[in-house]
């Protein structure tokens, strides 16, 4: 069936530092890729997305890329703050239409310490 | 504008009761999705709703699970004689019918804490 891996699973960094999560998928017809965080007890909040027919996508500090041939694609975060520290999931959907249930990776709890 | 709503934010309650969870989705929004998020997992898909459809069950771990939307809005989440294996948090996303680049975003509820003792 559908799945997404996710790692790492735990990533410490300095404040400063860049923070690198990756996914893969398995269904090669997947051609949307969220990726969401969740701070402690609170909902997930979509940061960033991109869509198969693109490979790369940039939002200030933050930006996705996407490599369909290996079905992998990485949340990259730069000069990362305090601010940034969550829990984040990627996930992959075939979206079509009205539909588009979303795959989800297990998470990458992020911390950055000052 | 208001977000997705949920209700209540936490249930607790004996094995073997019924539970309802409600979902509030933004208005307008004609596609909702039900997910369960585990302790320190992702999140899973239960059901997805179209209108007052739902063209995608697949999720519902059994048959314990049900799901209805009326008016093409609120939502609630059935899960009959509870077992313990069943808590979690429950969340719901509602979206646009997608027709174009952006509308695809699901918006989250703050979802409903379910413990079964």
């Known amino acids: 069936g559908e799945n997404v891996e996710q790692h790492p699973s735990t990533l410490s960094v300095q404040e400063g530092d860049s923070a690198v999560i990756k996914c893969t998928y398995s269904d090669s017809a997947s051609n949307y890729f969220p990726w969401y965080k969740q701070e402690l007890g609170k909902r997930p909040q979509l940061i960033i997305d991109?869509?198969?027919?693109?490979g790369e996508k940039k939002d200030q500090r933050i930006a996705v890329t996407l490599n369909k041939t290996a079905k992998h694609f990485s949340l990259h975060i730069t000069e990362t703050q305090p601010e940034d520290s969550a829990v984040y999931f990627c996930a992959a959907s075939r979206f079509s239409g009205g539909y588009n249930k979303l795959i989800f990776g297990a998470g990458t709890r992020l911390a950055v310490h000052p | 504008g208001a977000g997705v709503s949920q209700s209540p934010s936490n249930k607790v309650t004996e094995k073997g009761k019924d539970v309802e969870l409600r979902c509030d989705p933004i208005s307008g929004h004609t596609a909702l999705y039900w997910y369960r998020q585990s302790l320190g997992q992702g999140l899973e898909f239960l059901i997805y709703?179209?209108?007052?459809?739902?063209?995608?069950k697949s999720g519902l771990p059994s048959d314990r699970f049900s799901a209805e939307r009326t008016g093409g809005s609120v939502s609630t989440l059935t899960i009959q004689r509870t077992q313990q294996e069943d808590s979690a948090v429950y969340l719901c996303?509602?979206?646009?019918?997608?027709?174009?680049?952006?509308?695809?975003?699901?918006?989250f509820g703050p979802g409903t804490r379910l413990l079964v003792l």
């Open positions: 709703f179209q209108g007052n459809s739902a063209p995608d």
């Open positions: 991109i869509r198969s027919n693109v």
């Open positions: 996303a509602s979206s646009w019918s997608p027709l174009g680049e952006g509308r695809e975003t699901q918006y």
